[in-house]
């Protein structure tokens, strides 16, 4: 594929509702202000130093830190989600309706090494033509499906693949190099049907998201990625936004886990975003009404005043 038909870092959001169509990514430019950077990097800073203060660290076998529900850890964390810009693709791969699953800092430090995967690694693969199951939906797990070949020869020869239902959005604070660790993908691999393999697809079409701070490279969950290698002396520092379509289990329990004052802060929009809302009869219980609330239940048992 010619380098110069990928991707490049454009403020025009119809190009890129284009490129992520066609190749599996775009990469949106001048999303975040100087000023938001800045004030994102310093917030992100206090955090990690005070966790680590409290042996609150998250390190991956990577060499990736992430820092991890960051919704609930700075009003300017929360800011970025009402981006127009982010949202424009959002529902260009997912549809009217889909929901927040994750929000993390990823954190690239010197060294490390490529994972490969695709962020719907659990989706199980279409029925065969004589409508044979590959693979049963619960028994998929990170160990054995992520980064592996699953269904042999009727996946690789698939009439039909899955469709999206996932997508991540990889916020840069730091320009992105293919030298710092820039996020890698491989264009056109969300058609592919499968997922990577580390020792088969090591020599695929692997390039780096390269983009200045204050840009945004947004992936569907079906395409090839991982961190890259931080060949540099210095970390490098993304914020991650996932978000699913509204039928699937969020990665964040953000119905348990958000705080009770950044809850009574957030905006109805936000809320739903996070999944407060039930969808299509999904998410709600009894009495809920519009937004669930968790200081009400359901009705428990009962029995007649007459007994």
């Known amino acids: 594929m010619n380098s110069n038909q990928l991707p490049k870092p454009t403020i025009d959001v119809e190009l890129a509702t284009s490129d992520i169509a066609t190749f599996g990514y775009c990469i949106v430019k001048n999303v975040l202000s100087a000023e938001e950077v800045k ?43 009402s981006k127009v810009e982010l949202h424009a693709v959002v529902k260009s791969v997912l549809g009217a309706e889909y929901l927040l699953s994750a929000f993390h800092a990823h954190i690239a430090h010197p060294g490390g090494e490529k994972v490969f995967h695709t962020d719907q ?30 269904g ?22 730091d320009e992105f190099t293919a030298e710092n660790g820039a996020t890698i993908v491989v264009p056109g691999s969300h058609l592919s049907g499968r997922q990577p393999d580390a020792a088969m697809d090591d020599d695929a079409n692997w390039v780096p998201a390269v983009a200045p701070a204050g840009s945004v490279v947004i992936f569907e969950g079906r395409t090839w990625h991982s961190t890259g290698v931080n060949r540099t002396t210095k970390t490098r520092i993304g914020l991650t936004t996932n978000f699913c379509a509204p039928q699937f289990r969020q990665q964040e329990n953000l119905l348990l886990g958000t705080r009770p004052e950044v809850l009574e802060s957030m905006s109805d929009e936000l809320k739903k975003l996070c999944g407060f809302r039930q969808w299509q009869g999904y998410g709600a219980f009894e009495n809920s009404g519009d937004f669930v609330k968790r200081d ?9 005043s007459s007994l």
Not at 132 to 147: C, D, E, H
Request: charge should be positive.
């Open 39 to 81: 004030a994102l990097r310093v917030r992100l800073t206090e955090q990690v130093e005070a966790e680590a203060e409290i042996g609150l660290t998250h390190h991956l076998p990577d060499r990736k830190q992430l820092v991890m529900f960051l919704l609930n850890k700075g009003k300017v964390f929360r800011d970025i989600l």
């Open 121 to 150: 690694f659990w989706m199980p693969p279409p029925t065969t033509a004589d409508k044979k199951t590959l693979i049963r939906p619960g028994s998929i797990t990170r160990a054995r499906n992520r980064g592996h070949h699953v």
């Open 152 to 173: 042999g020869e009727d996946v690789m020869n698939a009439p039909t693949i899955s469709p999206a239902v996932v997508c991540n959005a990889m916020w840069m604070l």
């Open 296 to 304: 009400q239940y359901t009705v428990g048992e009962l029995r007649p």
